[in-house]
């Protein structure tokens, strides 16, 4: 274990041209610092400003040619273009639905669960736990063949039910839940059981409004993390009528490539990238707390 | 004791039972819908593919047979799983510690009062929020021979032109750069959080006490965010193992297997090569790395928090 060593004695009478010359060396190093930073934002920002600046270069520029980032006046023709040569509409309708879908269940499931597991004491209860646990801890993308398997022989393959299914339990939203019933005080549930609430009106008007940070946290992760799936519903299904924007993008960019369609491409991502992003940047607070619970402290 | 006729006695023994049992199963009740979804799709799949890796089923053998631990045996003799397994080894190996500290550096860099700190947060935390194929999409833009971004940048600099996706000594460090680009945001919220929990006067009086930027963030920082450290190490190498989406669209794990992953692999084998017996094992051996990574550092978080209580 380090430990703080006592601080070196430090003289208490400087020269006045020494402490000067320490501060003007402090300033240039908190600029430099400042500056260094600045430039490591850049490069992040880099990729995506890449993105927008080409989805918006007209066809009369050559790519390669230049200015980097936004060569002549920006059009909107290449956007017009791409949700033309692909049904994109089908996909952001089919996004949509499994994402919706799938939080609604996983709501009402994750709610009633994660309350039993905090409230209620019935026969099981750890053992069950447990499986939640096991659920949580194993990444069920890994899993894909066996679902697959399963899906196959329930004849569902190629259907939005398909892509929803394996999602509708969530081992993360009933531990979530479970910790944020537990903090609230049991008085409540007592004093509404005295008045003659029964278990839903329990759970609807007692906890369902007290746990509703947790919730929306949940909402913000469930609807990111599928909106952005992409390998389940590739495998799961095989027309564009059934597939999400994800898996669109990716036969869009496969059938652009070999053309040198940058231009549409990037017009393409940027329609697949910006609902989540503009949510982003409207909720940042809530999206980066919401984040931090995914990592379950 | 009340005197009550038998009659009612019996009713209100009969109703008390039924709302014992009532309340000593309704918990049960509750928990059943998500249970049903949870075991028919992570439960029953884990023993499935258990089961199934010992089976033979691929094109040849359409109907499936029990072979015991033969498919086990050809994958250990198969040279590819080992290329593949190293790759992604090496892709952990690199991606976790560089994420992991950069992340730390910029939460300690953002944690400070700056001018436009939340344009600066923005900018290192938005490729968490988008989808990982689009950010494929975007970075095959940027790998392109001589049109893409990092042949132009480096052709100002006059080290133009790659072929980052098609060299197989490129490809894989140019995926790492997209999985530390990707990810670093993400890891440096946990730091950040971590960093406004611990106490302020701790650094003020180490600061008083002459102790420099790099001195308090090994003697202090550091030794104080170790629990976010493990923590972040563990959700990072469990990532890290499950690389798969940008590998369809930069790639798809050639030239000759040299930015091939692991689950990668396991869609080929299953999707292309139609062979599910090899695709399950393959399947248990990446059950079994992650669950280790998961309980290992688990363990080592839960030894730590004890030692500070």
């Given at each position: 274990m380090a430990t703080v060593e006592s601080p070196l004695p430090v003289a208490t009478s400087?020269?006045?041209?020494?402490?000067?010359?320490?501060?003007?060396?402090?300033?240039?190093?908190?600029?430099?610092?400042?500056?260094?930073?600045?430039?490591?934002?850049?490069?992040?920002?880099?990729?995506?400003?890449?993105?927008?600046?080409?989805?918006?270069?007209?066809?009369s520029q050559p790519l390669g040619k230049g200015w980097l980032w936004l060569p002549g006046a920006p059009t909107l023709e290449n956007f017009r273009e791409a949700w033309r040569s692909a049904p994109f509409l089908t996909y952001y309708t089919n996004t949509i639905i499994i994402v919706v879908g799938i939080l609604a269940c996983q709501l009402v499931t994750s709610v009633l669960a994660g309350y039993a597991f905090a409230r209620g004491r019935f026969p099981g209860r750890d053992l069950l736990f447990l499986v939640f646990i096991f659920q949580l801890l194993t990444p069920i993308t890994v899993l894909i063949v066996p679902n697959y398997l399963t899906m196959r022989s329930l004849h569902l393959v190629n259907s939005k039910l398909a892509i929803m299914l394996p999602y509708l339990g969530s081992g993360f939203g009933t531990f979530l839940v479970r910790q944020a019933c537990r903090t609230v005080p049991i008085e409540m549930e007592e004093a509404a059981r005295v008045e003659g609430a029964n278990w839903w009106q329990l759970i609807w008007h007692v906890y369902v409004p007290l746990i509703r940070p947790a919730l929306f946290a949940f909402t913000i992760i469930s609807a990111t993390y599928h909106w952005n799936d992409f390998l389940w519903p590739l495998i799961v299904t095989n027309t564009p009528g059934a597939r999400p924007l994800t898996v669109g993008l990716s036969a869009f960019t496969q059938a652009g490539e070999t053309g040198a369609q940058f231009p549409l491409i990037m017009a393409g991502t940027v329609l697949v990238v910006a609902p989540m992003l503009l949510a982003f940047l409207l909720l940042q607070r809530q999206f980066i707390d919401s984040f931090l619970r995914s990592g379950l402290k | 004791m009340a005197v009550a006729s038998p009659r009612v006695e019996h009713v209100r023994a009969r109703s008390t039972v039924?709302?014992?049992?009532?309340?000593?199963?309704?918990?049960?009740?509750?928990?059943?819908?998500?249970?049903?979804?949870?075991?028919?799709?992570?439960?029953?799949?884990?023993?499935?593919?258990?089961?199934?890796?010992?089976?033979?089923?691929?094109?040849?053998?359409?109907?499936?047979?029990?072979?015991?631990?033969?498919n086990y045996r050809e994958i250990?003799?198969?040279?590819?799983?080992?290329?593949?397994?190293?790759?992604?080894?090496?892709?952990?190996?690199?991606?976790?510690?560089?994420?992991?500290?950069?992340?730390?550096?910029?939460?300690?860099?953002?944690?400070?009062?700056?001018?436009?700190?939340?344009?600066?947060?923005?900018?290192?935390?938005?490729?968490?929020?988008?989808?990982?194929?689009?950010?494929?999409?975007i970075w095959l833009f940027i790998y392109i021979p001589d049109l893409g971004l990092a042949d132009r940048l480096l052709g100002l600099l006059h080290l133009g032109h790659h072929n980052w996706l098609g060299n197989a000594h490129l490809i894989l460090p140019a995926l790492m750069v997209i999985a530390i680009w990707k990810q670093s945001g993400y890891f440096m919220i946990f730091f950040l959080a971590g960093l406004q929990a611990l106490p302020a006067e701790v650094f003020e009086a180490a600061a008083i006490d002459g102790a420099g930027?790099?001195?308090?963030?090994?003697?202090?920082?550091?030794?104080?965010?170790?629990?976010?450290?493990?923590?972040?190490?563990?959700?990072?190498?469990?990532?890290?193992?499950?690389?798969?989406d940008q590998l369809f669209l930069l790639g798809q794990g050639g030239p000759n297997n040299a930015s091939n992953l692991l689950l990668y692999r396991i869609y080929q084998e299953a999707f292309q090569n139609f062979n599910l017996g090899h695709a399950s094992a393959l399947t248990v051996i990446m059950l079994v790395l992650v669950f280790a990574i998961s309980v290992i550092n688990y363990r080592s978080l839960e030894r730590r928090a004890y030692y500070e209580a």
């Open positions: 400087r020269p006045r041209a020494l402490a000067l010359s320490t501060r003007w060396r402090r300033l240039a190093g908190s600029a430099l610092f400042y500056v260094l930073l600045a430039i490591v934002c850049l490069i992040w920002a880099g990729p995506l400003i890449w993105a927008l600046g080409t989805a918006v270069r007209a066809a | 039924l709302r014992r049992v009532a309340a000593r199963w309704s918990g049960l009740l509750l928990v059943l819908p998500a249970l049903a979804f949870i075991s028919a799709f992570t439960l029953w799949p884990t023993l499935h593919v258990l089961f199934y890796s010992l089976q033979r089923h691929d094109l040849a053998h359409p109907t499936a047979s029990f072979i015991g631990l033969a250990v003799d198969d040279p590819i799983f080992w290329r593949v397994l190293k790759n992604t080894v090496y892709y952990a190996a690199v991606t976790v510690p560089i994420s992991i500290v950069l992340a730390l550096l910029l939460a300690v860099a953002l944690n400070q009062k700056l001018p436009l700190r939340g344009l600066f947060r923005t900018a290192i935390f938005y490729p968490t929020v988008l989808p990982t194929i689009s950010a494929a999409a930027l790099f001195r308090r963030l090994w003697s202090i920082t550091l030794p104080l965010l170790w629990p976010t450290t493990v923590f972040v190490t563990t959700i990072a190498l469990v990532g890290a193992f499950q690389t798969v």
